[in-house]
Nanobody
Framework: VQLVESGGGLVQTGGSLRLSCTAS????????MGWFRQAPGKERERVSC????????DYAGSVKGRFTISRDNAKNTLYLQMNSLSPEDTAMYYC????????????????WGQGTQVTVSS
């Protein structure tokens, strides 16, 4: 199984980025997916999660209204549109897969990607 993130980079405060996560080696449509992030010296935190058919979505309070998660099961790809970025969003962003939406809400992740760095300058 591989989860490969892309789309990270350096952006100024107020800017936008779109992260992608392409999955292989698993039945993508059968997995709940999520985005997590970890800043230096901090614990990994859940950013947003989406159920297998995208009928359930969850956002961390700190990103609600700014970030949008989506998935394309035909393309085995997960997305995270990030708008109005701030330096507090600087972190390594990880894609994750879990058998159920409840699993991923509780960080019971089965597969992790390697991460993509997002850096927001002030």
């Amino acid at each position: 199984v591989q989860l490969v993130e892309s789309g990270g980079g350096l952006v100024q405060t107020g800017g936008s980025l779109r992260l992608s996560c392409t999955a292989s080696g698993l039945t993508f449509r059968a997995y709940a997916m999520g985005w997590f992030r970890q800043a230096p010296g901090k614990e990994r935190e859940r950013v947003s999660c989406i159920s297998e058919r995208a009928d359930s979505i969850d956002y961390a309070g700190s990103v609600k209204g700014r970030f949008t998660i989506s998935r394309d099961n035909a393309k085995n790809t997960l997305y995270l549109q990030m708008n109005s970025l701030s330096p507090e969003d600087t972190a390594m962003y990880y894609c994750a897969a879990a058998p159920t939406f409840s699993n991923i809400l509780n960080l019971a992740v089965q597969y992790w990607g390697q991460g993509t760095q997002v850096t927001v300058s002030s």
